[in-house]
């Protein structure tokens, strides 16, 4: 079946620094990644679409220049929050779909991040 | 503007019980309608999905009814476990290549033993 794998599972990290969230498809190639977040006992807000090799698509009220997409294969998507704030702490999830939806959506387990 | 509203927000039943999650869509141009399942930590699992060609679909103990006239659609639990116990999702995308999935609020599910 497919897999993506979304790394790290935690981070803790100092206002003001930036972390990288890694998402990979394993098995099969990606072509649209989705990323959201998640707020304790709340659902998953989505943030942004990305293609493989296009920009992301940003929704409406999440700040692209905060949270930045890099889709640069087939199999890899990055999530980088900049200049985070203890507001940036959530539970942030990944998923990958390929061009013809024959896997579906496949998600990944999420990484917590917590900034203090 | 909720696209897909999911109710109710929390259900308490016994070991054995059937626990049914409803949600209903307002988007006539979505075509698949996940359930997925979350534990704490945990990213979302896929239970089951239906597309608008079938009125129901069964999966082990798992079963979604669909009606596509009153846009609803429903997950039945049969002979639920304590390890059901988790927040279920539904969830709604259309027919289109990189199109994302609209996710309902989500139901707590507790099932006592």
């Known amino acids: 079946g497919a897999v993506v794998s979304q790394h790290p599972s935690r981070v803790i990290c100092k206002s003001g620094t930036s972390v990288k969230i890694e998402c990979r498809s394993l098995?099969?190639?990606?072509?649209?990644m989705f990323w959201y977040r998640q707020f304790p006992k709340q659902s998953l807000m989505l943030m942004a679409t990305?293609?493989?090799?296009?920009?992301?698509?940003?929704e409406q009220g999440v700040e692209k220049d905060k949270f930045l997409i890099n889709h640069a294969s087939l199999t890899l998507s990055t999530l980088t929050v900049t200049s985070a704030h203890p507001e940036d702490s959530s539970f942030y999830i990944c998923?990958?779909?390929?061009?013809?939806?024959?896997?579906?959506?496949?998600f990944g387990s999420g990484t917590r991040l917590t900034v203090v | 503007q909720q696209q897909v509203k999911q109710s109710p927000q929390s259900l308490i039943v016994q070991k054995g019980g059937i626990p049914i999650i409803n949600c209903a869509y307002e988007?006539?141009?979505?075509?698949?309608f996940p359930w997925y399942q979350q534990f704490p930590g945990k990213g979302p699992a896929l239970l089951i999905a239906?597309?608008?060609?079938?009125s129901e679909k069964k999966e082990g103990r798992f079963t979604i009814s669909f009606n596509k006239s009153a846009k609803q659609f429903s997950l039945h639990i049969m002979d639920s476990q304590p390890g059901d116990s988790a927040t279920y999702f539904c969830?709604?995308?259309?027919?289109?290549?990189?199109?994302?999935?609209?996710f309902g609020k989500g139901t707590t599910l507790s099932v006592s033993s």
């Open positions: 998923s990958a779909t390929t061009a013809d939806r024959g896997y579906g959506y496949t």
């Open positions: 098995d099969f190639q990606a072509t649209t």
């Open positions: 990305s293609n493989e090799g296009s920009k992301a698509t940003y």
């Open positions: 988007n006539t141009a979505f075509d698949y």
């Open positions: 239906i597309r608008p060609d079938v």
């Open positions: 969830a709604a995308s259309k027919d289109q290549a990189g199109t994302a999935l609209i």
